[in-house]
């Protein structure tokens, strides 16, 4: 017997949802600037039915479309750039081009998960720093859309992680060998927006027990909120190096908030680490070249396996889902 299935079309969409095709049409090709619950109902009908816009231009662009996408937040910021490095070098060798859809918002994020798998026009995505739900991954998989997670990890799809919690465990163990009692703590802990992976209360936690372990405290009035931006971060150094009793050494939460406070300290004329001591979190470029210790996360290394990861699976979909866990490692320099 004949299969008399049909294709499911863009008019069986507008049914099912209840919207025009001029809004599902928006929700394909410009979904942050439709409204959520209206994008939710078109996704949720297209998911169901299987709706495959274009399905000829699909259809070539499965063959190969050169493109490669990388979602990420904060892609000006010196720890993304370095990872993108990382992917674009692997990419560029094998004749890739990458596209970088940068994130500042969770509606942004939304619209992005949407569209990108069924619209087709990247053979693999990278997705740095993000959650994603499960009936986001679920979309990704059933648009055969390779995927590879950085910093956040679910079963069904590759991923590259570290382990946080450790790196801050690190950060302690190396202050309290190098002989130093009170301590300092600074970092973006609570996250701007809920899918955007803030790793920085693990390692504020890692750091807290090594603490504890060894009998030594960190105050709450010694832990600063500071979101990412230079100006945040000075204004929280500020604090704590003019507090009364002041920490002898501060855990920044990243490698360009550390240079924060070590610019606020020479603006004081406290000398580092004699007066204050400053370990960062990432080891960007810029930490070897102000001798700043810190932990090394491998940033180059993290963006290079997420590329090989998806073109292994280009190659070869039936490979099997890896999680990677790459190893953090405590670099002294001359800021402790």
């Known amino acids: 017997m004949t299969n008399t299935k049909k294709t499911p079309t863009i008019y069986d969409v507008a049914e099912l949802s209840g919207v025009s095709i001029t809004t599902i049409s928006r929700v394909l090709n410009s979904p942050d600037k439709v409204n959520p619950d209206t994008r939710q109902v078109v996704m949720n009908a297209i998911d169901k039915l299987g709706f495959i816009p274009k399905a000829e231009a ?29 992917v674009a070098g692997r990419l560029s060798r094998e004749n890739y081009e990458l596209v970088i859809y940068p994130v500042d918002s969770e509606e942004q994020l939304q619209g992005y998960l949407s569209s990108i798998p069924v619209m087709r026009n990247l053979d693999g995505l990278i997705i740095m720093s993000l959650a994603v ?16 997670l950085i910093e956040f990890s679910h079963e069904q799809l590759n991923s590259i992680v570290i382990d946080d919690f450790q ?12 002989g130093y009692k009170s301590f300092g703590f600074l970092g973006d802990i609570e996250p701007p927006e809920r899918n955007i992976i803030h790793p920085v209360r ?10 504890k372990d060894a009998g030594l405290q960190l105050p709450a009035k010694n832990i600063k909120q500071a979101f990412y931006a230079h100006e945040s971060s000075r204004e ?15 855990f920044a939460a990243s490698d360009n908030q ?15 680490p004699d007066d204050v001591a400053v370990v960062g979190f990432d080891d960007i470029d810029m930490a070897d070249y102000v001798d700043l210790t810190t932990v090394r996360q491998h940033l180059d290394e993290s963006g290079k396996l997420s590329a090989e990861m998806v073109l292994g699976r280009l190659t070869d979909p039936s490979r099997t889902t890896q999680h990677i866990y790459l190893p953090l490692n405590l670099i002294e320099r001359q800021t402790t």
């Open 58 to 86: 699909r259809a070539r662009a499965m063959q190969h479309t050169g493109r490669i996408g990388v979602i990420t937040p904060f892609f000006t910021a010196p720890s993304f750039v370095q990872r993108l490095r990382g």
């Open 133 to 148: 739900e499960s009936h986001d991954v679920k979309r990704l998989i059933s648009n055969k859309m390779e995927t590879v």
């Open 167 to 178: 790196g801050g465990r690190l950060v302690a163990e190396h202050l309290i060998q190098k």
């Open 202 to 211: 693990s390692r504020l936690e890692g750091f807290k027990s090594i603490l």
């Open 236 to 250: 929280a150094a500020q604090e704590l190096l003019t507090m009364p009793g002041r920490p002898s050494a501060i």
């Open 258 to 272: 550390a240079l924060s406070i070590m610019k606020v300290a020479r603006q004081l004329n406290m000398r580092i």
